[in-house]
Each structure stands twice: as C-alpha cells, then as structure tokens.
C-alpha cells in the first residue's frame, strides 16, 4: 500500500486494517501448511505406489500449484502490507 495511503487513515481504520491483515495472513498460512500436507501424503502415495507397480507409479501435482501459489504470492503481498501498516502505527505511537 502506497504511503499517502496508509497515512490517509484515521487511527480506528489503520488498527482495524492491522487486525484483518493479520487474519488474512493466518489464513494464507494455514491453506499453504494444509497444501504442503497434502504434497507429502500424495508424494509418499506415490513412492508406495511406484515401488508396489515396480516404477509405473505417478506423481499428480498440478492440482496443487493453485494453492501453493496462493501461499506464495499472498504471503509475500500481505508481508509488504503489514510492514508498512506496522510502520504507520509506529510513527503515530498507537502501540
């Protein structure tokens, strides 16, 4: 978020921005945990199922890319939001 932006809120919103920041980023982080869960299941179905066919087994991840990415690039944008809404707050002294 630019600046002029962040330094456009009233006190109220700039704490109410934080907190839904800090939700989404829990929810970011719990849908790339739960994704990379399912990697390793499905990783470890398909060595199991490679060494029971003796190597005609396959691994499907593509299902999974949408989700990873999500993982990725949200937590990257939400990181740089909460970093200038973090600093925002400091120079206000509202913490």
Same mark, same amino acid.
């Given at each position: 978020?630019?600046?002029?932006? !962040? =330094?456009?809120? /009233?006190?109220?919103?700039?704490?109410?921005? %934080?907190?839904?920041? #800090?939700?989404?980023?829990? @929810? $970011? *982080? =719990? /849908?790339? $945990?739960? =994704? +990379? +869960?399912? !990697?390793? *299941?499905? @990783?470890?179905?398909? *060595?199991?199922?490679? *060494? =029971?066919?003796?190597?005609?087994?396959?691994?499907?991840? %593509?299902? +999974?890319?949408? @989700? +990873?990415? @999500?993982?990725? $690039?949200?937590?990257? !944008?939400? /990181?740089?939001?909460? %970093?200038?809404?973090?600093?925002? $707050?400091? #120079?206000?002294?509202?913490?």
């Amino acid at each position: 978020m630019k600046p002029e932006k !962040v =330094a456009s809120l /009233t006190d109220h919103e700039l704490l109410k921005r %934080k907190k839904l920041l #800090k939700n989404t980023y829990t @929810f $970011i *982080v =719990a /849908t790339g $945990i739960v =994704a +990379l +869960l399912i !990697v390793c *299941v499905m @990783f470890g179905y398909s *060595v199991g199922k490679d *060494v =029971a066919t003796g190597g005609k087994g396959t691994f499907y991840y %593509k299902p +999974l890319i949408p @989700f +990873l990415l @999500f993982f990725i $690039i949200g937590s990257g !944008v939400i /990181t740089s939001e909460q %970093k200038s809404i973090n600093d925002e $707050i400091k #120079k206000r002294n509202l913490e």
